[in-house]
Each structure stands twice: as C-alpha cells, then as structure tokens.
C-alpha cells in the first residue's frame, strides 16, 4: 500500500506536468517549510538533551568526511563522461553530495508509519552533512582563490533559513527536552505528516516544472540523478554500519547520502560559482532524484540496511 504522502506527491506531479492551475501560495510554502524544518531540528534537540555530545563525536566526524568524499567522487563522473563545463560539473557533485531536508522528512515518516525506531540524533548529523559538499564545489570550480567571497558564501550557508531553523529546533529540543515541549507537540510533533504531505505536494509541482529542462539535457544526467544516490546510498550503508547504526539509523544515513540539496547548495553557488548553470543541477535534482528517492529509493535503502543487519549478523 503507497503511504498517503507519496499519493500527495504525485498529485501534484501529475497536476504540474497537466499544466492545472494548482499552486501552493507561497506564503503557505513558507509556513509549511518551516513547521517542518523545526520539527525536525525538536525532534533532534530531544535525543540530544538524552546523551553527551561527546559520543556522538565519531558519527559527526564521519559524516563531515562522507560530504567531501561524495561530492568528490561525482565531480570526475560529470567532468569526463558528462562533458559538462569545470564550473557545472563542480556545481552539480556539490548537490550531489549535500543533503535534501524534504527527502530526509519522507525517510522518517516511512519508518515512523512502519514501526521502525531510528537513532533520533539524525537531525544533526543532516546540518553536518550540508557544509562539505559546498566547500568542496567551490575549491573545485574555483581554487583557493582570493576573489571567492568567504564571508558571503559562509553567511548564506550557515545563516540560511535551513540551517538556522533546523540549529534552532536543535538547540530549542535540547534545552527544553521532552517534558518542555509538551505544549508544543500539537502543532509540530502530531500534524507533521500533514505538514509533510503539504510539502510534498508542492514539490510535485516543482518536480513537473522541471521535466522541460531534463529534455534539453539529455539522458546523462537522468542516469547520473539515479545512479548517483544509489552509489551514495551503497556508501552510507557501509559507513552506517562500521559505526553500529541500527536497521532504521541506516536507512536514514543511506537516504541522507543518496539525497541532494536543493536549498543551501543552490544559493551557496549562486553567490561564489555565477558561471555555473543552475538549471542543470536543478533538473537533475528535483527532476530526477528527489521523485526517485521518495517513489523507490527509501523502499530499496530500507532492503539494503536489513541485508546488511542480518548478513552482519549472519
């Protein structure tokens, strides 16, 4: 049985690439993305107030390192079989290894509609994952140049509504933990599927809007916005169960992996990597992996990680 907020989803994939006239206000989006990223930054904040920081030291470092290796790895990938321009090619491996919040979102729904508990520390291990991927997309495109405006591409970065919504729940969870939030759980902890599901609906719309743009470039990058989240899902797998992940932290970490940004990247690049054309990396993102992630990619990370469980402990 598909989960409701696929079916959401599609509705509005269907509707955008039918040209209706549906369309989320944007104020309402707005509204929406941040319910969402909040929740998500409390539900960490929680978890977090529960354990030392210092634990969780070897998964943060980790992760860090998982950001630069796969956004490395899908540079050479795009610069010599995809032919594309240093600066494109840089631009889309620093999507590619970052982070999407509303993939993220999706991954704990499914497991939370199957029962499948999950290290609830992820939230901070998905802001980690956001920084590498950019810094390495700059270096790449541009060196270490003088002329790279640091200071601006750090304030986009770490001062973005992502980031700082979802540091901020972090922070907000940790101080007031479970009891403090008790007032709040109406709106940000028992309606976050329906919040989701608004979500998604947009970002069918969104998903349509770019089909035309998949046209024009081709068949790389639709095999590229597949391929790549299935090596990066392969990846976290491992890394996931080198450090004792349970079956679910698996498949988050493997979703994180396999997802791409579509919100910090594309404005960290904007600002430092101009030349870089951002149609590519957004055609290839919410036109192809995104949708693949949501429809078949969680389902088939979620097989992945309890192959490895029961292979481990076989």
Request: overall charge positive.
């Amino acid at each position: 049985m598909i989960d409701p907020i696929i079916l959401f989803f599609l509705l509005g994939a269907t509707a955008g690439l039918l040209r209706s006239e549906l369309r989320l206000p944007a104020a309402i989006y707005e509204f929406v993305s941040i319910v969402l990223l909040l929740a998500i930054g409390l539900k960490g904040g929680i978890e977090l107030a529960r354990q030392p920081l210092g634990t969780l030291l070897p998964q943060m470092l980790a992760v860090v390192a998982l950001g630069f290796f796969l956004s490395l790895a899908a540079f050479p990938v795009l610069r010599y079989l995809g032919r594309f321009k240093r600066a494109d090619a840089a631009s889309i491996a620093a999507h590619y290894g970052s982070v999407s919040v509303g993939t993220y979102a999706v991954a704990i729904a499914y497991l939370g509609s199957r029962g499948i508990a999950f290290e609830e520390h992820m939230p901070l291990l998905l802001v980690l994952l956001e920084v590498p991927a950019i810094i390495v997309g700059i270096v790449i495109a541009r060196g270490l140049s003088r002329a790279t405006r640091w200071r601006s591409v750090a304030h986009e970065v770490f001062l973005g509504k992502s980031i700082v919504l979802l540091l901020g729940g972090l922070l907000i969870g940790w101080i007031a933990g479970p009891d403090g939030l008790s007032t709040i759980e109406p709106l940000f902890f028992d309606l976050f599927k329906g919040v989701l599901a608004l979500f998604l609906l947009e970002m069918g719309l969104i998903t349509a809007a770019q089909v035309g743009g998949l046209r024009r470039y081709g068949l790389f990058l639709t095999g590229f916005g597949i391929a790549m989240p299935l090596f990066s899902a392969l990846v976290g797998t491992g890394l996931a169960w080198v450090l004792g992940l349970s079956v679910g932290g698996t498949v988050v970490l493997a979703t994180l992996a396999a997802s791409a940004s579509y919100i910090a990247v594309p404005a960290a690049m904007r600002i430092s990597v101009p030349e870089a054309n951002p149609t590519l990396s957004l055609a290839a993102v919410l036109g192809i992996t995104f949708p693949f992630n949501v429809l078949f990619g969680i389902p088939i990370y979620h097989a992945l990680a309890v192959w490895v469980h029961t292979f481990a402990r076989g």
